[in-house]
């Protein structure tokens, strides 16, 4: 019987990557994978090679399980993500959930996650944090309504560039007045923190042509902030 590793990689700078995971990496056959020619570029960086890559990413997770689990049968496999931690807003947590159920031994490594490192260098109260992945496009104001059950919280979610900016209006529509954090190509060369009053953060986003790279929004009602 082989044995499931949840392998975090790096979320923008390929440096950040633990010694444990490249000795995972280089030890297992088997590697599923969201995109394969984005672990390529990280296994070609470190001079992995020869390994057999499987795709597993939404919404193919559910055909793609029962083939990996007949390997995990006799072999060892790692799975990745694109970038981060493998299960945060991704379909990682369905095959750790039927590795589980199948009595298949799961090993999580410890590493990079955007969530966390957006966290940290917002600035905004750590202690009780409420990660709510990506809106949806459609009932979005029921989304973040929704939220306002989780009262003295710091709120994180996954945001397009695209709709960014319509998403603060709408998280100041619903919420009102709140501190706001945007961090923006995290780790990498164009790493961007915008802090600030709401209505600041947007004036600012709205000077710019287009914004670009994956972005964390995290925000806090001003009365829960300003208790700290």
């Not at 672990?39 to 070609?44: F, P, Q, R, T, W």
């Not at 710019?208 to 829960?224: A, D, Q, S």
């Amino acid at each position: 019987m082989g044995k499931l590793y949840v392998v975090p990689t790096p979320i923008g700078n390929l440096r950040d990557i633990t010694l444990r995971a490249l000795e995972v990496l280089k030890e297992v056959e088997y590697i599923a994978c969201e995109d394969t020619r984005r672990v390529k570029i990280l296994l070609n960086h470190y001079d992995i090679r020869n390994k057999k890559l499987i795709s597993y990413y939404e919404p193919r997770e559910e055909k793609q399980i029962p083939r990996i689990i007949s390997v995990l049968r006799e072999k060892d496999v790692a799975l990745v993500s694109d970038a981060g931690t493998p299960g945060i807003s991704d379909p990682g947590f369905r095959l750790v959930r039927t590795c589980i159920r199948e009595g298949i031994e799961v090993e999580v490594l410890p590493g990079p996650s955007a969530v966390i490192t957006a966290l940290v260098g917002s600035g905004l109260p750590t202690d009780r944090f409420v990660f709510a992945g990506f809106p949806p496009k459609k009932g979005k104001r029921g989304f973040f309504e929704e939220l306002l059950s989780c009262e003295s919280a710091t709120f994180v979610i996954y945001e397009s560039p695209k709709r960014l900016v319509k998403t603060l209006q709408l998280i100041g529509e619903v919420f009102g007045d709140v501190w706001v954090c945007v961090a923006r190509e995290l780790t990498k060369i164009h790493e961007e923190y915008i802090r600030g009053d709401l209505s600041e953060v947007i004036e600012e986003l709205e000077k710019r042509k287009n914004i670009k790279g994956e972005v964390v929004v995290l925000f806090r009602e001003k009365k829960f902030y300003t208790a700290y």
